[in-house]
C-alpha cells in the first residue's frame, strides 16, 4: 500500500532501535527524566494532587500495580498511577517546556513507569529499552507540532500537552510494549480520540489534569490497540473534509516521518529543552529574569529596594491573554501572572516554592507594587517562546528610570541549566516526600539508565 503520513509515524515506531539514540539526545533525554521525576515527588504534596488520588483510590479498583509519587505505601492499576502521577507532574507548572510549545516529559515518563510495572516478570523492558520509548514519545510530540505554524506561538485554543501529549504518550507506550506497525498506527488514531483540553481551564486546578490525561489516554491507546481495537489508519494526514489530527490546529501541512535506517536525528539533538528554576509558567522566567536585574540596579542606585520612590512599573510582554492577570486570587492565578511574577521578584529577590502560598500571594506591601503596574505590547515582542522577550522599566519619583530585560532566561534552551543548577533543583524537590539516601539512588539510575536490566526499577 502506499505510504502515507501516518504509517510512517507508525513504521519510525515500530522501527526505530536504541542505536538511533546519540550520546547527545541519551544525555539531554535523561536531564529531563531526572527533573520530571523530581518535579512530580515536589507536586505530590499539592492539594490538587491529593484530590486525584483521592479520586483514584475511590472510585476505582483493579490491579495496583504501579507506584504513586511521593506515596510509598500506595499503589493504583496502572493507568491510574500514569494519571495521579502526570497530575502531580504539572501540579505546580514547574515541569520542562519545549518549542514549539509544550510539556513533553510529563505526558509520557508516567506511563512509561507504569507501564514498565505491569509488565510481568521476565518480560520487563531495560534502561535502554525505556529510554527508547521515552525518545520515541518526544519525537512524536515534536514532529506533530512542526505540522502547523499556530503551534510555534504561545497556544490561545487547546492546551498543548493535552494534544500532542496524549500521541506521544501512546507512542511511547506503543513503543514500549512492542507493538506492531499497524497497532502503533492504531494507537495513535484511537489517542487522537482522547485529546485535547480548551486554554479556559490554564491558571485553575483543572490545568494539571491535562497532563494527567494526556499520559494515561495515551497509555490506554496503545492497550486497547494491543487488544485489537482499530482506528482510522490516515489519522495524521491532511485529507480534504475529513478532519483527522488536523482539527487541533487551523494550519496543518503534515510530512512524512522516515522509517530510520543506519542513522535517524532526532529533534531533541537539534534543540535542547527547557528546564524551569521556579514552579510557574514559562513566560514568567522572561520577567522574572528581567525584574531581578533591575532590582539590582534600583539597589545600587538606592542603597536598599524601596517601593515608595517608584511611581509607575512598566511591564513590556507580548500579547497572551491567559498569563496577563493584574491581580491573582489564588496560587494557579499567580503562576500565570507576568505581573505577580515580577512585582514578587522586586520584592524578595527571588520565586520559589513560598511564593505562591496563600499568605504570599495576599501581602500589603505586594498589592501595593501591583497597583503600580502598567503593561505594554511592544510590535516585536511577539507571543513565542523562541522570539519573545521580558523588560521592566521602574519609573521612579525623582524622574529617573531603571531598565531590565531579559531575552534568554537561565534554563532556556538557548542557555541550558548546568548539572549543578539541575541536580540542586531535582534534589531540593525530592527532599520534600523522600530521605537523601533515596534521593541519591535516583540520580544514580537515571545517570545509569542505559545499564539497567529492569526499568522498573526507575
Not at 515527588?41 to 490538587?48: K, Y
Not at 485554543?157 to 501512546?170: D, E, K, L
Not at 511511547?172 to 506492531?180: D, I, P
Not at 491573582?328 to 520559589?352: I, K, M, W, Y
Amino acid at each position: 500500500p502506499e505510504e502515507t503520513v501516518t504509517s510512517s509515524f507508525a513504521s519510525f515506531i515500530h522501527a526505530v532501535r536504541p542505536e538511533h539514540l546519540s550520546k547527545t539526545v541519551r544525555h539531554r533525554s535523561k536531564r529531563m527524566i531526572l527533573d520530571s521525576i523530581g518535579v512530580g515527588l515536589v507536586g505530590s504534596t499539592t492539594h490538587v494532587f491529593d484530590i486525584a488520588l483521592q479520586y483514584c483510590r475511590e472510585l476505582y479498583s483493579s490491579v495496583a500495580v504501579s507506584s504513586v509519587y511521593g506515596k510509598p505505601g500506595i499503589k493504583l492499576s496502572p493507568t491510574l498511577a500514569a494519571f495521579t502521577n502526570g497530575v502531580a507532574t504539572h501540579s505546580m507548572d514547574f515541569d520542562d517546556t519545549w518549542h514549539p510549545a509544550t510539556h513533553p516529559s510529563g505526558a509520557v515518563l508516567p506511563a512509561l513507569l507504569a507501564a514498565s510495572q505491569m509488565l510481568p516478570p521476565g518480560t520487563k523492558p531495560n534502561g535502554m529499552d525505556f529510554l527508547l520509548a521515552f525518545n520515541v514519545g518526544l519525537e512524536v510530540q515534536g514532529r506533530l507540532m512542526h505540522f502547523s505554524t499556530e503551534a510555534h506561538n504561545i497556544p490561545k485554543r487547546f492546551h498543548p500537552p493535552s494534544v500532542v501529549g496524549t500521541m506521544g504518550s501512546a507512542a511511547a507506550t506503543a513503543k514500549l510494549l512492542s507493538l506492531s506497525t499497524a497497532q502503533c498506527a492504531h494507537a495513535l488514531g484511537i489517542a487522537a480520540s482522547l485529546a485535547g483540553a480548551p486554554m479556559a481551564n490554564a491558571a485553575t486546578q483543572a490545568k494539571p489534569l491535562h497532563i494527567g490525561n494526556a499520559t494515561r489516554l495515551g497509555f490506554e491507546a496503545a492497550l486497547l490497540a494491543a487488544r485489537g481495537m482499530e482506528a482510522n489508519p490516515l489519522i495524521l494526514d491532511d485529507i480534504a473534509g475529513c478532519s483527522g489530527f488536523s482539527a487541533f490546529y487551523s494550519i496543518y501541512q503534515p510530512k512524512p516521518l522516515s522509517t530510520p535506517s543506519d542513522h535517524h536525528e532526532f529533534l531533541l539533538e537539534k534543540q535542547d529543552i527547557a528546564f524551569k528554576r521556579f514552579p510557574a509558567h514559562l513566560g514568567m522566567h522572561w520577567v522574572v529574569d528581567a525584574a531581578l536585574s533591575v532590582r539590582n540596579l534600583f539597589i545600587n542606585y538606592a542603597g536598599s529596594f524601596s517601593p515608595s520612590l517608584i511611581r509607575t512599573i512598566v511591564l513590556k510582554i507580548p500579547v497572551s491573554k491567559y498569563i496577563n492577570r493584574p491581580f491573582p486570587s489564588s496560587e494557579h492565578q499567580a503562576r500565570h501572572s507576568f505581573q505577580f511574577n515580577a512585582c514578587t521578584a522586586l520584592l524578595d529577590g527571588e520565586v520559589g516554592l513560598s511564593s505562591f502560598t496563600e499568605s504570599s500571594i495576599h501581602r500589603q506591601e505586594l498589592r501595593e507594587l501591583l497597583d503600580k503596574v502598567v503593561v505594554e505590547h511592544p510590535e516585536d515582542n511577539v507571543a513565542n517562546f523562541d522570539k519573545m522577550y521580558g523588560e521592566v522599566a521602574l519609573l521612579l519619583h525623582s524622574g529617573d528610570v531603571l531598565t531590565g530585560k531579559c531575552d534568554t532566561f537561565y534554563g532556556h534552551w538557548r542557555k541550558p541549566l548546568s548539572k549543578e543548577s539541575l541536580l540542586k533543583k531535582f534534589r531540593s524537590n525530592a527532599s520534600h516526600v523522600l530521605p537523601e539516601e533515596k534521593i541519591e539512588t535516583i540520580i544514580t539510575t537515571v545517570d545509569n539508565l542505559e545499564n539497567l536490566s529492569d526499568s522498573s526499577q526507575l
